[in-house]
């Protein structure tokens, strides 16, 4: 049985875990106790790793990762309905070459897990680089919001990559495993409005400005207000190219913006929030106001 196998329980037991606590708030996170598959588990006999050439007695290999990268280097990000798929790349080397790399991503503490989205491929997907002794090796995650897979919003954040290699020796033992090789970020996807008033609206009076910044739920796949945040007030003059930031507040209780200025001219109208760990970066469409 191949490591995909082990995967599948973890994420099972997770799963149980979950409906096993009856009410899981926003800012828990439920006592999982789950053990995470090792680097033997991975490339093992009995798991199935892929074959290698039959080699005379030598000495041990060992593989060196050179880097992995997450979603192409960027944040994974999760909204409430829509699956998300990603990839990990494990570049490695090894003199004998690479047989097979693996990954997966895990959050909380090695002996407290509490999340883990792995792939479900059977094997990496490995391609050999211009140096012989160097692959890079793929695998898929699939990330669905409606499952268990992000089942309370406190998963948001940083999450650890597991990472190993294998090499092409023939040899079990032959291999790099690290609980923590790298970091990526799993975020809730984040929506904002704006709508400025009146309009048309004459030169020197008092413009309305509101909007609501929301985020994604993963413990009710809805979008509840982000509360106590900065964001920009921008505005774009017909025929500008850019935007400048006239003023910063902060969203209320529920998510919400108003604020006043001067019409001044005919332009765009926007509010522009920078993210945080948990939550990404947006800007809503900016608003067209004609001014008499």
Not at 9 to 32: F, I, M, R, T
Not at 106 to 113: L, T
Not at 282 to 288: K, L, N, R
Request: contains cysteine.
């Amino acid at each position: 049985m191949r490591i995909r196998a082990t995967v599948a329980v973890v994420s099972g037991a997770l799963a149980l875990s979950a409906l096993a606590v009856p009410a899981v708030q926003a800012d828990e996170k439920p006592d999982a106790g789950l053990s995470l598959p090792s680097g033997a588990d991975v490339f093992s006999a009995e798991s199935g790793a892929p074959a290698a050439k039959a080699r005379a007695a030598r000495a041990a290999e060992v593989p060196v990762i050179k880097k992995v990268v997450v979603n192409g280097g960027k944040d994974i990000v999760v909204g409430t309905k829509s699956k998300q798929k990603f990839t990990i790349a494990i570049t490695a080397s090894s003199p004998s070459g690479i047989a097979d790399a693996f990954a997966y991503l895990w959050h909380g503490h090695i002996d407290e897990v509490d999340g883990f989205l792995g792939p479900t491929q059977e094997f990496g997907n490995c391609k050999v680089s211009a140096d012989p002794t160097t692959s890079t090796c793929t695998v898929s995650v699939t990330v669905d919001p409606r499952s268990d897979d992000l089942y309370t919003s406190s998963l948001a954040g940083t999450w650890k990559v597991a990472a190993g290699a294998l090499a092409d020796t023939g040899g079990e033992n032959d291999f790099i495993w690290n609980d923590a090789q790298a970091k990526t970020r799993v975020q809730r996807f984040s929506k904002l409005t704006v709508n400025a008033s009146p309009e048309p609206v004459k030169k020197g009076k008092t413009l309305t400005v509101t909007g609501k910044l929301t985020r994604a739920n993963w413990d009710t796949n809805t979008y509840k207000g982000y509360t106590n945040q900065p964001v920009k007030l921008q505005f774009k003059k017909k025929g500008a190219k850019s935007y400048t930031t006239v003023k910063t507040i902060k969203t209320s209780s529920t998510g919400t913006l108003k604020t006043t200025v001067k019409a001044s001219a005919d332009g765009y109208w926007r509010y522009s929030f920078a993210g945080t760990s948990t939550t990404p970066a947006v800007s809503a469409a900016g608003d067209f106001v004609d001014v008499k």
